[in-house]
């Protein structure tokens, strides 16, 4: 095997993430799980950060937090119209997981 086939394969390896190696609807929906619980932990550690160092001022953790209770209601709502039906697993099936863990990093 040449030397460019090998660092081709491991550059391959190396950058794909999980969700793009499953085979199966149950992989693709823990890979996008676990996308969304690290991004989530990241996202929770850098608001914990702001609002540590921006403590001080009042006006601004006020605006931050209604700001974000916005976000998250419209990144709901966003979903929910996406996903409009009641009984979901039954109407959009094993799909919907995923879909839901994808769509709320919009």
Not at 29 to 52: E, S, V
Not at 65 to 80: C, P, S
Request: some cysteine.
């Amino acid at each position: 095997m040449s030397l460019a086939r090998i660092l081709f394969l491991v550059t391959l390896a190396t950058s794909l993430d999980g969700t793009r190696l499953a085979q199966t609807q149950a992989d693709m929906t823990q890979g996008a799980c676990a996308q969304y619980k690290k991004a989530d932990q990241t996202l929770n550690n850098t608001y914990a950060k702001i609002l540590k160092d921006y403590a001080k001022d009042a006006q601004f953790v006020t605006k931050l937090k209604q700001a974000q209770r916005a976000w998250i209601a419209f990144r709901d709502a966003h979903l929910e119209a996406r996903f409009p039906k009641a009984d979901k697993q039954a109407e959009y099936g094993s799909a919907y997981a995923h879909a839901a863990a994808t769509s709320s990093r919009i």
